[in-house]
């Protein structure tokens, strides 16, 4: 029998709350979009890319019962997503050129964005076509990118490890060199169950080919260091594995079930020599090795690619709080709680984004979620630069520093530690400022969380990347402390050269400066903020250095001593990352304002800029009371000045989140719907539940009618207590 649920039908106006808050907007939110999406022309490709998806005669692409379905039946469907994908693509000319060679096309990962759903096959795009990009000759490229623009060659990155992630230098994969009668070849080799590659994604049951990370043995034995190597792992005929190799998926995991992370174990795998990545290093035919640059540019090469996967973590926790600031603040504005009036005997509610404790938790974050993206963007820009300068090297160039590298990689390594984690904890403060609803699977929130989780893991865990942020930062500390005026003046290019002054100042002299806002109008400056991040920053990088060394006069040894600071340094490198992100924040909106925004825009994401600033002076108060570079009186003036920037983001929060753009297909959300109809639309998802498929439910007649009808639960006196 079908169910009976009396459902309203959901109405296409939408509700007058939202409108209301709509019309309070003091700036145009379609310039922010505009921004988000680098021009007007962006917004519009985008829109068209999100018609084709959402309009796609197949409706393959429907999200509606994602929820009710189990993991291998997504996977199917995601699979079955990602063909039809690439069948648009290749209809309008997404992922090659007007010559047909291969293009990285950001189409295409726009198109992925818009399907709203994981997809198994989306690293081949995201990190093995770059792999290949950045380490193949030219030979390797003409034959491996043909292949992986016609989809044949499906791809993934076989770095980590079952028992080693990001100690890249520990991994026990091996690459031998065997010279034979033609051409020789390579041996991979899992030698230790550890070695096993394990967590790649597209590994386990979609790739046919893997860029696995191993330990080059050349002809000689000598061990070389890590390379890439391309490894065929299933037929191109039907999709058997190779002889050799074993892989699957590693299982259910907390979120992103649609992808096959895999395991896999190579068992002594012949490959050509050719298949190891040759555009900086070569092994010939007889097995001797050698560089093709002098320079260390391929090494580089390898540490920017892992920083670029680094700068799209970062901008994902934008895209991630985004979204998930989206579906809370529309819903904050619809949900009303707690009687204010009462209007001719009817009681008016309260909208639950009028409460100051709603806007402290969510409109912090918001600030993030803009905060996040200029970082993002201006990292990804950098990288890209010095990408482009290490591919164009000659043998007798050398134009890209150890310093720069070393800060580029400082800044990816904190900015990935530190956005990741605020957006782990936004997406659930986000769920949980949604009250019961927000524990809904409808409300969109438990899926964006779960599929976010992986993050502050991946690509170095947040609890390891300030060890290597704070490694980098120390030399600059030595650096300034001997005056070494070469590298000072290459620090003096990078990221990290606003701690050269505030560092000579603290090791010249022991008064500590202190911040000079002398009203509480004072407070209310951005610049305050930035200096204030400045000087915490290089106040604890100092203690952390004096720390240590002393610790080290003292008799520890130096991993002893390195040791006992592993706390500061997470300190150091938040700090750090605070200074970046306000910063950065503040340079992109004055960019911005010669382009895409107008001066209203630019004002209302100022005051995101300033609600980011104070808010984490207050939440860290005590590194700025500690050495009394801020009074209590000043703190007081900045709690003071949080209530004044959250009512001044109050009237704009509804259109800042409507700045995203988010479709209502892309946010899959009962909560967070344009229209604010969202009652409708929890009881319209609840309709959709297998449970409610048939009267009476699943399981009565083989148990329940047990129990209620056949009596086996009916009192007949106290059985004895055995």
Known sequence: ???????????????????????????????????????????????????????????????????????????????????????????????DDDNGLLKVDTDF???????????PAALHWVMFVPNILSLA?????????????????????????????????????????????????????????????????????TSNHAMVIARLIDGEGIDRGMHNFLVQTRSLDDHSLMPGVVCGDIGPKIGYNNMDNGFAKFDHVKIPRRSMAMRFAVVDRNGVYKKKIISDAASKINYITMMQVRSYIVRAASLALRMGTTITI?????????????????????????YKQQQYRLFPLLAASYCFFFSAKRVHDNLKSIENRLMNLSNNQQSISKIEVGDIHATTSCLKSFTTAITA?????????????????????????????????????????????????????????????????????????????PVQAMLNRNEIPSCDVSTREDMLDVSVCLKAFQHRAARLLVNLANQIQAEVMEGKSFETAWNGALIQMGRVSKAHSLYLLLSNFIDGIKEASKTVLGPNEARVLGDLALLFGLYWIEKDSGEFLVDGYFSAQQMQWAHVSILVMLDKVR????????ANDFSDFRLKSALGRFDGNVYEAIMESAKKDPLNS?????????????????GVGVYTGTASRL
């Open 651 to 658: 009237p704009n929060a509804v259109a800042l989140v409507d």
């Open 330 to 354: 529309r819903y904050s504005a619809v949900r009303k709680q707690g009687f204010k009036t009462e209007m001719g005997g009817m009681k008016e509610e309260h909208q639950i984004l009028d």
């Open 137 to 205: 000759d030219d030979e390797q490229q003409k034959e491996w990118l043909k292949m992986c623009r016609d989809w044949k060659m499906i791809g993934c990155y076989a770095q980590t490890e079952l028992g080693h992630g990001s100690n890249v230098r520990a991994l026990e994969t091996t690459a031998t060199f065997v010279k034979d009668k033609n051409d020789g070849h390579f041996i991979i080799n899992s030698p230790t169950l550890t070695s096993f590659k394990f967590w790649p994604g597209t590994l386990g049951r």
């Open 109 to 119: 990962s726009t198109l992925l964005n818009c399907v709203a759903d994981d997809l």
């Open 425 to 501: 904890d936004g997406l659930e403060d986000c769920r949980k400022s949604c009250g019961g609803h927000g524990f809904l699977a409808s409300s969109g929130l438990p899926e964006l969380i779960n599929s976010y989780l992986q993050n502050p893991t991946v690509e170095g865990d947040n609890a390891m990347l300030p060890m290597q942020v704070v490694k980098i930062l120390l030399k600059l500390v030595k650096d300034v402390q001997s005056k070494d005026t070469k590298a000072i003046g290459e620090w003096s290019k990078c990221n990290s050269s606003y701690l050269i002054e």
């Open 1 to 95: 029998m079908a169910s009976n649920i009396d459902i309203p039908t959901p109405r296409h106006k939408v509700n007058p709350t939202l409108t209301e808050e709509r019309l309070k907007a003091t700036f145009d939110p379609n310039r922010i979009t505009h921004l988000l999406d680098d021009s007007s022309a962006g917004t519009k490709r985008r829109h068209y890319l999100e018609s084709l998806i959402e309009n796609d005669p197949s409706n393959v692409f429907n999200n509606d019962n994602n929820n009710y379905l189990h993991r291998t039946d997504r996977h199917i469907n995601s699979l079955a997503k990602f063909v039809r994908l690439i069948e648009i693509c290749r209809s309008i000319g997404v992922g």
């Open 694 to 710: 048939t009267e009476p439910g699943p399981g009565y007649e083989e148990h329940l009618k047990r129990l209620i009808v056949d």
